[in-house]
């Protein structure tokens, strides 16, 4: 309806309806702008109201206000009722009308989270009012950013409009797990990651087992990818292998949700023995509780010496049978194929043991073990399947990428029709590619997977803007712990020696609390690493760094994955921070701020300086004032301040990026080449929140 077509209806002219239109925010420009259904109800509902609110009371006149929902009552008004009269009570009621909100009955209907121009449209307002309201509400948003819930209703209690939330279209497959049928599980086979230190054999024995060239084909017969292969064991079964490039995917992929193992087979060269990575593999695998059964490998080798292998990760609590033990040992060769029969024998055993089992007539899930995009067959997904059966034609959902299944392949490349659970396959039909690590489902319809998609990725995009989402922090423990459902508090502890690592471990575990207790998940020597990140991740733990640093690109990866990394320099400092943050008594961090990095190039002896060394800055600036630390293979070996800073002769107070200097250390003579130096201050900032 145009606007003066209502006005000659509600007896007004255009003019007065305009301002008033305008007094209740519906747009129109001019006699000749057409309204929205909304808009005429609104001005009806507006003349409707007031005229009833004085219909009981006795007027000297009595006069009639006319019905605004029929003209013709209007036209019926007695003859001693001037129409000058009708008109200013039509007036009067459009200016009673005090906010939008008295006037919409139905709740705008909204999908949250939002960005603020959809949000503008479905509000009837222009980006750039709604900006200003944000601004208003102290919230500072572009017309692209998504909104919260929390903010969504904020502005809805602030302009006096009633919001109310819709669900996408399509419910969460997670929200939505179908009952477990225990009379259609069946027996399934097990799913087994190879993990060891780099070089002892991993592929090439997985390679004897598949009787393929899997190494062969790597660079430097390296593992570079995730592989998932399936072995037929004749009259017995099959397995499944995932061959990882070390335990750093196999975390990455517990940090994303993805429990996928079911058995770990810990490969050690019997010529190499122990090595660090092979601790860090135990304790990847202990954390995700998974069982542990070990291959020495190289053991048709004239230097190999299994038994040192045994004795080494007997002090590591991995027992072996023959000896009273738990762990299951076998001594294989990858080159002559001794062994290997015993050792699948024994992965059958323990899938037995643990009784793995699967509903195959289910809507399938599957967890992707690597993703690419190729040329040919566009996103390619690699998906270990865990119950169901994913077919041809199924409709998927991974991370917030969806798609119809147009084709599987297997390990081997042959194309198929379904892949039942602990089979790996490859999934063709995905608009995206997904991270590895994301839980791909079965839907039942397109719609619903395409609604639940756009979900997920305006969620990943406000998780961007914010930042991303936060894990244990010690300022945070406390209020875990009153939850109630916190038990554990698990520590990384990464140390310059070895006695200060134990040290520092056995003080903390001592940190007995009522409700919790602290649980050291992983020790070892060195610096702070992208592994140590990853499985602080998947755990839900903190790192704790003694006398030791971290490299720029590992910080940018915790910062990324909400990992909190502390530095300390003193064992009882650690020790108290843990027990206050226990008591919730624990103050505000004192913040390390960085100033600029730089690398010793050269050193020079000088009888009146002493030790004397010359470098470049790599990022930031050099403050003579402020402190330094001195750092030798990502061990910090000094701590302290400069003593001369020069740029060529003169004495300087700062040394800008990219420049050369000179340095001397106060009380440190102990200066090498490829030496990087730290410059920082201490400052008191607020505590880090979830």
Not at 12 to 40: C, F, N, P, Y
Not at 234 to 251: I, S
Request: hydrophobic residues 40%; charged residues 30%.
């Amino acid at each position: 309806m145009r606007v003066h077509e209502l006005a000659k209806e509600l007896n007004l002219s255009s003019k007065e309806l305009l301002e008033k239109l305008q007094t209740l925010g519906v747009e129109a420009k001019s006699h000749m702008s057409r309204l929205e259904d909304a808009g005429v109800k609104l001005v009806k509902e507006g003349l409707g109201k007031p005229a009833q609110a004085v219909k009981p009371k006795p007027e000297p006149t009595p006069v009639k206000a006319p019905e605004p929902t029929s003209p013709k009552k209007a036209e019926e008004k007695p003859k001693d009722s001037p129409a000058p009269v009708a008109s200013r009570e039509k007036v009067a009621a459009l200016e009673v009308k005090p906010t939008p909100a008295t006037a919409v009955a139905e709740p705008i209907r909204v999908q949250i989270p939002i960005t603020v121009g959809d949000l503008a449209g479905r509000l009837r307002l222009r980006a750039s009012e709604l900006i200003k309201t944000l601004m208003g509400l102290r919230i500072f948003a572009n017309v692209n950013q998504l909104l919260s819930e929390e903010i969504v209703f904020k502005v809805s209690g602030h302009l006096g409009i009633p919001i109310e939330k819709i669900s996408e279209e399509g419910e969460e497959p997670e929200k939505a797990e179908q009952e477990v049928d225990t009379v259609k599980l069946k027996p399934r086979s097990p799913v087994v990651t190879f993990m060891g230190h780099v070089d002892h054999g991993k592929t090439s024995l997985l390679d004897a087992i598949r009787k393929t060239n899997v190494a062969g084909g790597e660079a430097g017969q390296i593992t570079q990818h995730i592989g998932a292969y399936v072995v037929e064991l004749p009259g017995k079964g099959q397995v499944t292998f995932l061959d990882t490039p070390g335990h750093e995917a196999f975390t990455e992929m517990r940090a994303r949700g993805a429990n996928v193992t079911d058995v770990v087979v810990l490969v050690v060269a019997a010529d190499d023995g122990v090595m660090p990575q092979t601790i860090e593999a135990i304790d990847h695998a202990r954390d995700a509780e998974v069982p542990i059964i070990v291959a020495v490998n190289k053991c048709d080798l004239p230097q190999a010496n299994p038994q040192k292998v045994m004795m080494q990760l007997q002090k590591l609590e991995l027992v072996p049978e023959e000896w009273g033990g738990k762990t299951i040992f076998c001594k294989v060769s990858a080159k002559t194929g001794e062994g290997i029969d015993r050792l699948l024998e024994m992965l059958l055993l323990e899938s037995e043991v643990l009784e793995l089992k699967a509903n195959p007539d289910q809507l399938a899930q599957g967890a992707v073990i690597e993703s690419r995009l190729t040329k040919g067959s566009g996103p390619v997904a690699t998906v270990i399947i865990q119950k169901g059966t994913l077919r041809v034609g199924d409709t998927v959902i991974a991370g917030p990428y969806y798609g119809r299944v147009r084709a599987l392949r297997n390990d081997r490349g042959k194309s198929s029709r379904e892949a039942g659970p602990s089979c790996a396959a490859e999934v063709l039909g995905l608009n995206g590619v997904p991270q590895a690590g994301e839980i791909l489902r079965v839907v039942k319809d397109e719609k619903g997977a395409r609604g639940i998609a756009e979900k997920r990725l305006l969620e990943l995009r406000e998780r961007e803007m914010k930042g991303a989402p936060k894990h244990l922090f010690l300022e945070n423990l406390y209020q875990r712990i009153k939850e109630g459902t916190f038990k554990d508090l698990k520590l990384i502890l990464k140390a310059d020696v070895q006695g200060s690592m134990e040290a520092l471990a056995q003080s903390l575990e001592k940190a007995i609390s009522e409700k919790v207790r602290v649980r050291v998940i992983h020790g070892a020597i060195g610096g702070v690493n992208e592994s140590d990140v990853m499985l602080a991740a998947a755990s839900d733990a903190i790192i704790i760094g003694f006398h030791v640093k971290a490299e720029p690109r590992v910080e940018q990866v915790a910062e990324k994955e909400g990992v909190e990394i502390r530095f300390y320099n003193i064992i009882y400092a650690a020790v108290e921070d843990v027990k206050k943050a226990m008591e919730g008594l624990l103050e505000p961090t004192l913040q390390e701020v960085a100033e600029g990095r730089a690398e010793v190039r050269q050193v020079f002896r000088s009888s009146k300086a002493g030790t004397v060394g010359g470098g470049v800055v790599l990022k930031g600036k050099l403050i003579r004032s402020s402190k330094v630390r001195l750092i030798r293979n990502q061990t910090v070996i000094f701590d302290g301040k400069f003593e001369s800073l020069r740029r060529f002769k003169d004495d300087v107070r700062e040394v800008g990026e990219g420049y050369e200097f000179g340095f001397v250390l106060e009380g440190w003579s102990d200066i090498q080449e490829k030496d990087h130096l730290e410059v920082y201050r201490v400052e008191k900032g607020p505590s880090p929140t979830l």
